[in-house]
Nanobody, 122 residues
Framework: VQLQASGGGLVQPGGSLRLSCAASGITLNYYAIGWFRQAPGKEREGVSCISSSDDSIYYTDSVKGRFTIFRDNAKNTVYLQMNSLKPEDTAVYYC????????????????WGQGTLVTVSS
């Protein structure tokens, strides 16, 4: 089983990025998928999550209205569309899969991607 997070990069404040979480060995639509981030010197933070049935979607308050999580089941990929990026969004972003299908704390996720760096700077 492998999760591959990609799509990070350097973007100016106000810009956009789309992160991808692609999987091999599992079918992502059976899993809750969470996006987490960790900035230098800070603890890991949950950013967004989508349940396996897509009926529950969560965003941390600081990204509400700016980030959108969604699936493409045909591509076995979950995306995090990030708009109106701010310098405080700078972090390594990780995706993770929870086999229980519900959004949970980090300990509930069995599979983790390797992380992709997002840097928001002018």
């Amino acid at each position: 089983v492998q999760l591959q997070a990609s799509g990070g990069g350097l973007v100016q404040p106000g810009g956009s990025l789309r992160l991808s979480c692609a999987a091999s060995g599992i079918t992502l639509n059976y899993y809750a998928i969470g996006w987490f981030r960790q900035a230098p010197g800070k603890e890991r933070e949950g950013v967004s999550c989508i349940s396996s049935s897509d009926d529950s979607i969560y965003y941390t308050d600081s990204v509400k209205g700016r980030f959108t999580i969604f699936r493409d089941n045909a591509k076995n990929t979950v995306y995090l569309q990030m708009n109106s990026l701010k310098p405080e969004d700078t972090a390594v972003y990780y995706c993770a899969a929870d086999p229980e299908g519900v959004c949970s704390t980090p300990s509930g996720y069995d599979y983790w991607g390797q992380g992709t760096l997002v840097t928001v700077s002018s």
